[in-house]
């Protein structure tokens, strides 16, 4: 199924990009000096980040793609707009497109924490991409985002959540008291086992891991614990993971979006599509890169989890589906997508 889907997936991107590439050749020639549209872009990483350098490829393809009458401002993590602050800046229009984390921001949006994937979702990347694109996902997200004045753009994969902590977990017993940076749906799942969640930014986890605030942290995946250099202060990393992949989006402004000419919006759109597919191949590598590089300054892998160990972490997911299904409307249409996989 899934070298099925990667080739229908080529030809929508490859047709997409055709669109998109024909009407950036007439905007490149026909375009006055100075761009038509400014446009600032919000993501969750800092600058020299792998990821970070992802969606700074974004910025560039929309330009480019354009032929400069899209003018795009890439602001990393740190540089105005907090984490927890993206989905609210680009609601009111002070931000034009971002890229925000759902469960740092699970009280505007409740539907965003079944979006980038509850404990016990599928791991794998052709059902989570058929799920979005062929089964409902998007439309629902789109009508949840669109309620709230934003314009929902190409959701793109990225790998496993694992937690890394301060202490060796030798069975989930030793989970029992510890504080983990784990927010959303993850908190509730790590509570489950007995930890207490706590809330906090990418950009808070090593000082929180060196100061002792937190025992340990989810990162979105594996190289963001690299990235974040987490490994100094924190070596043992838990083998199974919360979730299998997680599933993020590119929003932007309503009003903005409306301003553009129907050409621009092909072009976005195409330019998304391609960061999407750049997310997905490029974090699969990264990935095992990411843990070569953390092994290397001393990161340990927990024991192989038990019989018993493994059926205590799925009972701490087991309940999470129902519960988040009667948080607002898109989220119980989600979770009824979901039971039917």
Known sequence: MLKNFSKLKKQVITGTLSVALGAGTLAATSTAYGAEHNWRFANLYTRGTAFGDVYGSMAENIEKMSGGRIKVKMMYAGEGVSTTGILGAVKSGLITMGAHFQPMNAGELPAGIVEVGLPGGTADVGELSVLFHEKGFNDVLSRAYGEQGLVYLNPYIQPPVYLLTKKPINSVEDFKGLKLRAPGAYGKFVRNLGASPVSMTWSEIYTGLATGVIDGSIGSNLIDHRDGNHVEVAKYMYRLPLAGAQVLPV?????????????????VKAATAVHARDQMTKSRLWESQAVADMQAKGMEWSPEPS?????????AGETLWDEYSKTDKFSAELVEILKKQ
């Open 251 to 267: 929003i932007v402004n309503q009003k903005a979006w409306n301003k553009l000419p129907d050409d621009l919006k092909e072009i």
């Open 307 to 315: 019989k018993s160990d493994k059926e205590a972490w799925a009972k």
